[in-house]
């Protein structure tokens, strides 16, 4: 008999899904909100393909003579959570006749997405602060790969070490495909996402049209949203985030919050870039770039003439999420009991300071 991941352990990538012979796994919604695989034990024969996909293993000891770069693209920047590289990266490899691959918000739904033009890159700006669906997206990338096209893949690491697990396991042949992954704080729960819209909704009595989980307007952090027309600033579901209370189980074991890297490609928020490299700076957000394989090499130097850099280190880089994973809180099992049996009100003003009056419309009729 096949045995489960446990909630701790599975990031929900897919992969085990795609391989089963007997489509004996599908994903269902766990009482947190975050997709887990089911095995129906009626269709499952036991050959242990899903459990073989899943052996991930990252040497975190290991070095990789990496090399790191403070970005900044300054025409991308306002719509982007850093120094706008993701899309330095994306419109090069778009000019090129590439397919590039990232997140993009449908219907608050955050969703992996296929794009072949610059014209749909902006739907793949910006850090949508809650968990990804990823779908079939892994088929649509080994057919892609199968057509000898181009690919550009990023994520979050487990995601795209669950899209590189699932092409070994199938043979298919990577030397097309280039991969970027993200710093990553945890993903939290969509659930939630869709309950603090609703709330806001209920709140404004107004829909909610349009969310940004980081604008820049005032500063480089901030979320807003689109309410009746209105851009409203609110901290309240960056406290939410923040508070580690809605991760996914399996972000506070990441394996993946090291320095050491599965993709070509790292791209994250260079935190420190005022204490390090004062003239660099200006508070509208700087990439950090951390160069893993040769692939990764290709893409910056693809790019270098279309941005501002300076190169780095490991060292002034660090970050927490570069180090260890994010931390569990020990009062996260009493947050999910509350909200379980109170709602979500209760529990986010409970344990995360929700408060509507601290929101506030930035300009009427934007
Ligand atoms: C959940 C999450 C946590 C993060 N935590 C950290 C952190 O702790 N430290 C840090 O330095 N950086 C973190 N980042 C990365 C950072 O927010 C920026 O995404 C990154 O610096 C790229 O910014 P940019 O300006 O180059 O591009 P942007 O234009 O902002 O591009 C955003 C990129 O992120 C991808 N993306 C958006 N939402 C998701 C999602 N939910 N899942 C997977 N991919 C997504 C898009 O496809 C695009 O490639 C996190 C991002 C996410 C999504």
Redesign the pocket.
């Known amino acids: 008999m096949i045995s489960y991941k446990t909630d701790s352990e599975c990031c929900g990538c897919t992969a085990c899904l795609h391989v089963c012979p007997k489509s004996a796994i599908s994903m269902k919604e766990s009482s947190e909100g975050f997709l887990m695989p089911e095995i129906d034990e009626l269709l499952c024969i036991d050959c242990g393909r899903c459990q073989k996909v899943c052996e991930f293993k990252i040497d975190n000891k290991k070095t990789n003579n990496q090399t790191v770069f403070a970005v900044k693209k300054k025409e991308?920047?306002m719509?982007?959570?850093?120094?706008?590289?993701?899309?330095a990266i994306?419109e090069n490899f778009l000019d090129l006749g590439a397919v590039v691959y990232?997140?993009a918000m449908n219907n608050f739904d955050?969703v992996y997405t296929r794009i072949t033009n610059t014209d749909e890159l902006k739907n793949?700006?910006?850090?949508?602060?809650?968990?990804?669906i990823v779908g079939d997206i892994y088929l649509d990338v080994e057919k892609d790969l199968g057509k000898n096209k181009t690919v550009l893949f990023?994520?979050?690491p487990c995601?795209v070490d669950g899209l590189l697990h699932y092409l070994k396991h199938k043979e298919v042949e990577t030397s097309l495909l280039f991969t970027?992954d993200?710093?990553?704080?945890?993903?939290p729960s969509p659930r939630l996402f869709k309950e603090y819209i609703e709330l806001t909704e209920f709140e404004y009595n107004s829909k909610v049209s349009d969310f940004n989980f980081?604008d820049k307007i005032l500063k480089w952090h901030g979320t807003t949203m689109i309410v009746n027309d209105e851009k409203v600033i609110s901290e309240n579901y960056a406290r939410m985030y923040l508070s580690d209370l809605c991760l996914r189980n399996s972000c506070y074991n990441c394996k993946y919050a090291a320095t050491n890297r599965i993709s070509d490609i790292t791209?994250?928020?260079f935190?420190g870039i005022e204490k390090f490299y004062p003239k660099f700076d200006d508070n509208k957000?700087c990439?950090?770039v951390i160069i893993n394989t040769e692939k990764g090499k290709k893409i910056f130097e693809d790019i270098k003439s279309s941005i501002e850099y300076i190169e780095s280190s490991l060292e002034e880089c660090k970050?927490p999420?570069l180090m260890h994973s994010s931390n569990k809180p020990d009062n996260r099992d009493d947050f999910w009991k509350d909200y379980y049996e109170h709602g979500f009100k209760f529990s986010i003003s409970k344990y995360c300071d929700y408060n509507v009056n601290k929101d506030y419309v930035y300009s009427s009729k934007i």
């Open positions: 991308q920047r719509e982007s959570q850093s120094g706008g590289v993701f899309s994306a990232g997140v955050a793949l700006k910006g850090s949508k602060y809650v968990q990804v990023g994520g979050t995601h970027y993200l710093v990553c704080h945890g993903v980081r791209l994250g928020d935190w957000g990439s950090l970050q999420n």
